[in-house]
């Protein structure tokens, strides 16, 4: 009946009475009234349908209403944009209880000399109703100062909780609505801690993105109940019954980070008689211990991935299952699914199995030696006896690299910040993240046994869940183009197909460049996301026709899915019918789910990293530094250092002249000697200010920092 109802109101080209909108139709029941007014109101909900002060109902669009996402300023001023690029300036006081990223309604102010101004008159979809904060007192009453500098509201604890409290608990509540006196009456949900309790500033974080650090204590029952700590030898018999290998006698082994205790994934490798390499993708068969729809199971979906922060990790699995019984952790038997390919001299898989397995891991290898090993010749204890598997593993990757790179592998080659905290969680240094040809062999390894699984399924038109990733927008491109232009490059590039090799070209094109940083980053945003789904449309990025997630069941949920659909799909015999429609039926949850938990954990872990770099920039007040700059606006310049930590230079620190914002060669000028500052420019500063809790680094540009404390 909606779209009965929306064709109607297009046909009609005016607001319509529900009487004549009865009529069109034909209704003639009480029944079909009930029902037509809840139609109504469901597409007024949804903000298809407008529903006048005269009791009438007519298309959202034709109306003097719009609805958008709401964005706030931390000064308070909304602003209110919608998918057809408009955007309705909304001021503090007619924000009408609505928060940053909420999805609004706005009425359009009538005053003509102010069309672009409105009000909000009614909220679609908060954003999210829960809000963390520090507690204060004021006048007798217990109100929360929000996080999100963003959130302008006062927020009014209820009187039942105040026994507990105290000033500076770091709480996480739930906004219940205004009151009579404009402030949000809310309820605890969580006391996280008092603001100076080491590791609370990050599990405030943590909170505001809905990451939770306690597993519920029906899954903890669970693990107690029902997980192991080691493979019996029934187990091993039974699996061996059925359609499982016994591999443990194989060189098998590891290779991670110094640090890490959850290890999805083996590897081995043979050189066979015709010239082709055997490489086997050795995962941890997760599936086997967390039983769908149970607790361990859905409090997993609901986690979606794990997530590593700077001083600790939140993991998708109680540790009794991800650094334990699941973990592929050396000379002890593990549960595993092994995808072996013979890959030939060009890189291509010319053949494969795919299977539940045993395994026991020879060692654990760490990057950094691996790394001696292949890239110095240097054999650590304890590696001599793998040094020649290592060797040949070198080779297949380098291999299977430049296959990739032939079809239009992007390798956008970007440096990552590794923040260093002491025993308390205080941020003591931040270094680049090392990514050596160890890392780079893992990476191949893993693409290729996700790109075999995923193209078996396809082939086979069983349902699985797709790492997909989608083409860039021309528009967008074409905007990275004029950027490039703008620092005087001449880049070409055929934009009647964009393909991963025109875009592979272009970054080759810009290799050597001083801004090459700067325009890979660039171009990267002008990328579409990578996200789940059951819809194969290739991995553009990875110039892949088929791609999925297998290799880390232990930190992702879309790979436990894929090992569920090797369980019940490819390794069951008897699978019918009903049992594929009935997963294929589960997976888009699935796949919506983990898209959005990927999301939040990454806004989590870039949030965090940015507090941490601003408490570590704390104690460097006054230092000298040499950046590049990585941004320009109207206020002023980012300037990015070598270990991407970045600041702020405000203009009107930038002394000697009157600068202005030129867009279109993203600079700003000088109005008397007409030099400026520009994107990719080299600048030396000093560190002007830091703030942990705003997560905000200023710099003044050196030699100009006397004039700046002067002022100040």
């Given amino acids: 009946m909606e779209d009965k109802i929306i064709e109607i109101l297009k046909t ?68 209110v944009l919608m998918e057809s690029g408009e955007e309705i300036k909304i001021y503090p006081e007619n924000l009408n209880g609505a928060l ?102 990050v599990l405030s974080v943590m909170a505001k993105h809905n990451i939770n650090d306690v597993f519920p204590k029906e899954v903890m029952e669970q693990v107690e109940s029902e997980i192991p ?43 066979l008689e015709n010239g082709n390499y055997k490489l086997g993708v050795h995962i941890a068969d997760v599936s086997y211990y967390v039983k769908e729809n149970s607790p361990l199971d859905e409090e997993a979906l609901s986690r979606g991935t794990s997530v590593y922060l700077a001083d600790r990790v939140t993991p998708m699995l109680p540790h009794e299952l991800s650094n334990g019984i699941c973990s592929l952790n050396p000379n002890v038997d593990r549960f595993a699914l092994s995808c072996i390919m013979e890959i030939d001299p060009q890189g291509e898989v010319v053949n494969y199995d795919i299977f539940d397995s045993i395994i026991r891991s020879r060692i654990q290898m760490t990057y950094k030696k691996v790394n001696k090993i292949l890239e110095e010749n240097i054999i650590s204890e304890g590696y001599e006896e793998y040094a020649s598997k290592l060797y040949l593993m070198a080779e297949l990757a380098q291999i299977l690299r430049k296959n990739k790179v032939s079809k239009g592998y992007i390798d956008f080659d970007l440096d990552e910040a590794k923040i260093i905290v002491d025993e308390d969680g205080n941020a003591i240094d931040v270094v680049l993240r090392e990514r050596g040809t160890g890392e780079k062999l893992i990476e191949d390894f893993m693409i290729c046994a996700n790109e075999t699984v995923a193209t078996h399924f396809y082939n086979m038109e069983y349902p699985l869940v797709y790492r997909v990733h989608g083409e860039p927008n021309e528009e967008k491109i074409t905007n990275f183009l004029h950027l490039v232009s703008i620092l005087g490059y001449n880049v070409k590039a055929n934009l009647n197909k964009i393909t991963p090799l025109v875009i592979q070209s272009m970054l ?70 009903e049992t594929i429609n009935k997963w294929e039926g589960r997976l888009p949850y699935i796949a919506e789910q983990s898209s959005a938990k990927e999301r939040a ?70 109005s008397k000697n007409k030099r ?37």
């Fill in 676 to 712: 400026g500052y520009r994107l990719g420019d080299e600048v030396d500063v000093i560190c002007k200010a830091a703030s942990k809790e705003n997560h905000t680094v200023d710099f003044v540009i050196k030699g100009m920092e006397d004039t700046c404390k002067k002022e100040n």
């Fill in 601 to 670: 954990s990454i806004e989590c872990e870039r949030e965090v990293d940015d507090m941490k770099m601003a408490e570590y920039m704390e104690k460097h007040i006054g230092e000298e530094y040499h950046g590049i700059i990585t941004g320009v606006m109207s206020f002023g310049f980012f300037v990015q250092l070598p270990n991407m930590i970045e600041g702020l230079v405000r203009v009107e620190d930038i002394k000697g002249d009157f600068y202005t914002y030129d867009e279109s060669t993203f600079s700003l000028i000088g």
């Fill in 229 to 271: 700590s080691e493979i019996t030898e029934e187990e091993i018999k039974e699996r061996l019954s059925h359609t499982g290998k016994d591999l443990r006698d194989e060189i098998i082994f590891t290779i991670d980070g110094d640090d890490t205790k959850d290890i999805d994934d083996a590897i081995s490798i043979e050189k």
């Fill in 12 to 79: 009609e080209k005016r607001a319509l009475t529900v009487h004549e909108l009865e009529t069109i139709l034909e209704f003639d029941s009480v029944e079909q009234l009930k029902e037509l007014l809840k139609v109504l109101n469901d597409l007024e909900d949804k903000a298809l349908v407008f529903h006048t002060k005269k009791d009438k109902y007519m298309l959202f669009e034709e109306s003097n209403s719009r609805v958008g996402l709401l964005q706030v300023t931390s000064r308070g001023t909304g602003y």
């Fill in 508 to 577: 080759e094109q810009l290799k050597d460049k001083k801004e090459y940083y700067i325009l890979s980053s660039q171009m990267l945003r002008s990328m579409q996301k990578a996200v789940y789904d059951t819809k194969n449309i290739g991995h553009f990025g990875l110039a892949s026709k088929i791609y999925c997630h297998f290799t880390s069941p232990i930190r992702r949920y879309p790979d436990l899915s894929v090992h569920r659909s090797i369980r019940k799909c490819l390794l069951n015999p008897e699978v019918t019918l």
């Fill in 100 to 201: 940053n990223k909420d999805r609004v309604i706005v009425n359009i102010t009538d005053n003509q000399a102010k069309p672009n101004e409105g009000k909000v008159v009614r909220i679609v979809e908060r954003a999210n109703s829960n809000v963390v904060g520090t507690i204060y007192f004021h006048k007798n009453k217990i109100y929360v100062k929000p996080d999100d500098k963003k959130i302008n509201v006062n927020i009014l604890i209820e009187k039942n909780y105040y026994n507990n409290l105290v000033e500076g608990h770091k709480v996480l509540v739930k906004l219940l609505g205004l009151n009579k006196d404009g402030e949000y009456n809310s309820e605890i949900i969580k006391i996280i801690g008092h603001i100076n309790d080491p590791g609370v500033d």
